[in-house]
Structures are given as structure tokens and as C-alpha cells.
């Protein structure tokens, strides 16, 4: 017996705000040149961001890592 409340809530149809970020992470990750983690430590290196803010990108690259598996 199916849900009628996740039937009106569109069931398993992705939502269109989700397809639009997976598509712009994939415009991203296609126009993305060069090594990511070599970027990041060469603005922590030049003072561009704070240890904090690379703290920051590094447990969110190991969350998106995580996703990915």
C-alpha cells in the first residue's frame, strides 16, 4: 500500500533545486583545472585564508569525499 502523502510530495522524483545544484557542481568539477588541495594550501601559504578557513575546506572535502564513496 503506497503513502498518498509522498504520492502529492512528488514520491521519489528528485527536486528540481537538486538537480540544478548537481548540475552546476558538474559544470564546476568540468571547467576545475589543476589540484584542488595544492590551490587551498597555496592561499593558506600566502596568507589568502586563515588556518580556520583551511581547517574548514579540508573537513568539507572529507565529507564530500565521504559521499562520493
Not at 509522498?6 to 557542481?25: C, I, R, T, Y
Amino acid at each position: 500500500m503506497s503513502n498518498p502523502l509522498f504520492g502529492l510530495l512528488g514520491g521519489n522524483a528528485v527536486p528540481p533545486a537538486m538537480n540544478n545544484m548537481m548540475a552546476q557542481f558538474q559544470q564546476f568539477r568540468n571547467a576545475f583545472k589543476g589540484d584542488a588541495r595544492q590551490q587551498v594550501q597555496q592561499m593558506l601559504n600566502s596568507g589568502r585564508i586563515s588556518q580556520a578557513q583551511y581547517n574548514q575546506a579540508v573537513q568539507m572535502a572529507n565529507s564530500f569525499a565521504q559521499m562520493f564513496k
